[in-house]
């Protein structure tokens, strides 16, 4: 069997793969064809999509990370493709929960307040508080931060990353409605995707981290941030085009919304792009996966993979099955 990996694995990662196949290190500019029956893509899709012309062969691809719609519009009907599921699960969850504590703690503005040297801007928190919420009551003391605990969070998407996202916010004492595909009510109720617009009226925080399909494709919209509560708190750490990104600056500029997102549509975002100039905006470069343990964990189950294929063992984690 010969292994395609990214030539750029540390040697702590290659030695994870096993031994008794053929490793065939592609390189993220390459110049020949390559031979090889199974893929280990890198995780930038700009970086995959130019390296897969110059591939031969493969019949099996082993994403390193959840998300694989690329992939699967990227290669043939007949190549199965797998996903590294549950390995980004920790540094997801973590961000997910660190961008909704930041926005509710004011960071943005509080390091902004730290790069100035001047605390005294921290009178006008109040007034964003206020701008934010539309309610210009005023509250002894000011405002200066608000609270994760009591929150109404509406998650859509309620896999091993979801699961894990829940995992870490419930003990904040956060009011949490789950959503995904179909409705179930084992082991904890979870409403389909259908009945979306009618709960995102009670979401103080939505989070999505559902994965991106023709379903998904800008399933929140104009429509959908009209229906969310005045200053809500969109979380993406899903994939861009889950949101109309158009719809998402207008409902910032209105001052309708706030936000914290890990993915855009388009993305990379071109330096010209509104949304870099958005209020109320926590912007990060599609990070949230990423971490020093988790691309360990991604490579020993494309490794456990190769040896359930050696084994003649089902391989596990098949998002599309080859034809």
């Not at 949304?275 to 494309?302: E, F």
Request: proline letters at 11%; a negative charge.
């Amino acid at each position: 069997m010969r292994v395609g990996y990214p030539a750029s694995f540390t040697p702590d990662l290659l030695a994870l793969l096993p031994a008794d196949v053929e490793l065939v290190p592609i390189p993220s500019h390459p110049d020949q064809t390559y031979e090889i029956d199974l893929w280990i893509p890198p995780p930038a899709p700009a970086i995959g999509q130019r390296i897969w012309p110059y591939l031969r062969g493969v019949q099996i691809i082993l994403s390193l990370m959840a998300g694989t719609d690329w992939l699967i519009a990227l290669a043939p009907t007949d190549v199965t493709i797998c996903n590294a599921q549950d390995a980004h699960n920790i540094p997801t969850a973590e961000w997910t929960v660190t961008a909704i504590l930041a926005m509710l703690k004011y960071f943005p503005w509080y390091h902004d307040l730290q790069r100035a040297a001047d605390w005294s801007g921290r009178a006008k928190i109040p007034e964003v508080y206020a701008q934010i919420h539309a309610n210009p009551a005023p509250t002894f003391p000011p405002v200066q931060q608000e609270e994760l605990h009591g929150k109404r969070v509406l998650l859509v998407g309620y896999g091993s990353i979801g699961k894990s996202i829940e995992k870490l916010i419930l003990p904040f004492g956060a009011e949490i409605t789950r959503v995904a595909r179909t409705a179930r009510t084992e082991p904890v109720t979870v409403h389909a995707v259908s009945e979306l617009n009618s709960l995102l009226p009670h979401a103080e925080i939505l989070i999505l981290i559902l994965p991106h399909t023709p379903a998904s494709h800008q399933l929140i919209g104009a429509q959908q941030f009209a229906l969310l509560p005045q200053g809500a708190l969109v979380v993406n750490a899903a994939r861009g085009p889950i949101v109309h990104t158009d719809a998402l600056v207008a409902a910032l500029n209105s001052g309708r919304i706030r936000a914290a997102i890990d993915v855009t549509d388009p993305e990379p975002l071109p330096p010209e792009h509104p949304l870099w100039r958005c209020p109320n905006l926590l912007l990060t470069p599609h990070v949230a996966g990423i971490t020093p343990r988790s691309s360990p964990r991604a490579v020993s189950l494309a490794a456990e993979q190769i040896r359930r294929l050696l084994r003649d063992e089902p391989l596990i984690h098949v998002v599309h099955t080859g034809r």
